[in-house]
């Protein structure tokens, strides 16, 4: 590679990365600030050209408020060019380096990792209807995007489980997911994006309806290279060796809204088809899904949960499987011990299963006709070290 080939591709990368030079060290060993193609030019003259670039930047890397709100690390004068908040430092290197997070409403988009999308006057609630949408055009190098809901409080859906006065719709990447509704903290999704177009959020309220709707969501860019990448078929995926799934709008409390044919209706959102998917750990074989303690309806998919002995919900002898499950179940793939991979009912045995990947399938249709007062699943998961298995 010729030397002025270097220079411009550097100069290239500098465009693209966001970097930026600035006054490193007081002892000399790093050119104080400069502008780019200047300290290109006396790195190669003075033969210290790699140094310069690799201590004389802050590397816009991921770091952490003192709150734990998601930033990206940056010299604090960028950070306010970018719109963003310093929130804490990030270097030990220079005390002009902060963690920057981004936090921007109704009507805004980024191009920017990590950015939290809130509703209009949060931390309070919005009470009001409207489309509020905001809008994300990944980086180069960026494959999906993952939504964590902080805070995701929306109107319950109908007792047939659509998303009619409350939605949150996501526009433009892939998989389809159908519209969001009821609560949602905690959870999060992992969307592609096609190509360098953007994707979506839009959330619209109906005002007509008086709710206290509470909205953080925080958008993170996942490059396609990274580990964190959820893979093909995975709206949700979980990193941890053991931990808790559970479906949308999963909660305590039944919907007290009817469903078409006037019974009790459900939490479970309707039209549901997704994977949910966890990470192997290492030296772990298989995967162990079990009902919470002190937690009846963690499993409620399908029949009236309402006429049963509530002290038999959530028990074995209550679920049902393989072909009764017709309308709401899980899909847990060659689960040990058992013909039938479909699981639906009142109650969950305890699954094992060693087929890779880790996912749960979730499935419902569009209405809640036989079921009476559904609310989804809560289960913990576990996974098995190989000997056991
Ligand atoms: C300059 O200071 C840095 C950190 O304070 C130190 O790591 C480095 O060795 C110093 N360089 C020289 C040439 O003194
Ligand atoms: C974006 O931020 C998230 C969360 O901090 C991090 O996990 C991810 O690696 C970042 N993406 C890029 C491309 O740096």
């Not at 433009?172 to 519209?179: E, K, L, N, R, T």
Request: with cysteine; proline share 5%.
């Amino acid at each position: 590679m010729k030397w002025w080939s270097v220079i411009l591709s550097l100069s290239v990368l500098h465009l693209s990365c966001g970097c930026f030079a600035y006054h490193l060290e007081s002892n000399g060993t790093v050119a104080a600030e400069q502008n780019e193609l200047d300290g290109v030019h006396s790195g190669q003259r003075s033969g210290r050209f790699f140094p310069f670039y690799t201590i004389g930047r802050i590397a816009n890397v991921p770091c952490t408020s003192p709150s734990g709100l998601s930033g990206t690390c940056l010299i604090a004068g960028e950070c306010r060019d970018n719109g963003g908040l310093a929130s804490g430092s990030c270097s030990s290197r220079t005390n002009q380096a902060v963690c920057c997070v981004y936090t921007q409403s109704c009507g805004g988009s980024t191009t920017l990792n990590s950015t939290y999308f809130t509703n209009a006057g949060f931390p309070g609630p919005y009470n009001g209807g409207g489309t509020c949408t905001f809008t994300v055009t990944p980086s180069s190098g960026i494959c999906q995007l993952r939504m964590d809901f902080r805070t995701l409080t929306l109107s319950q859906p109908t007792g047939d489980g659509s998303c009619t006065t409350d939605r949150l719709t996501i526009v433009g990447g892939s998989p389809a997911v159908v519209p969001i509704c009821g609560e949602n903290t905690g959870q999060h999704l992992y969307i592609n994006f096609a190509g360098s177009s953007p994707i979506s959020l839009r959330i619209a309220t109906n005002g007509d309806v008086s709710f206290n709707r509470l909205w953080n969501i925080e958008l993170s860019q996942i490059s396609c290279a990274s580990a964190e990448r959820a893979p093909v078929g995975c709206l949700q995926y979980y990193t941890d060796e053991s931990g808790e799934i559970s479906s949308l709008n999963y909660g305590a409390g039944e919907n007290p809204a009817l469903n078409t044919v006037g019974a009790r209706g459900s939490r479970q959102l309707a039209n549901t088809n997704y994977g949910i998917c966890i990470r192997p750990a290492a030296a772990r074989c298989s995967i162990t899904y079990s009902l919470p303690p002190n937690d009846r309806y963690a499993f409620t998919l399908s029949g009236d949960a309402i006429v049963m002995d509530p002290t038999l919900l959530g028990t074995a002898m209550l679920s049902a499987s393989g072909a009764l499950c017709q309308n709401d179940f899980v899909v847990i793939p060659n689960p040990t011990g058992l013909t039938s991979d479909r699981f639906c009912g009142l109650g969950f045995p305890g699954i094992t299963s060693s087929a890779r990947p880790f996912v749960l399938y979730t499935v419902t249709n569009g209405n809640e006709t036989p079921d009476v007062a559904n609310r989804g699943f809560r289960l913990l998961y576990s996974q098995n070290a190989c000997s056991a298995a």
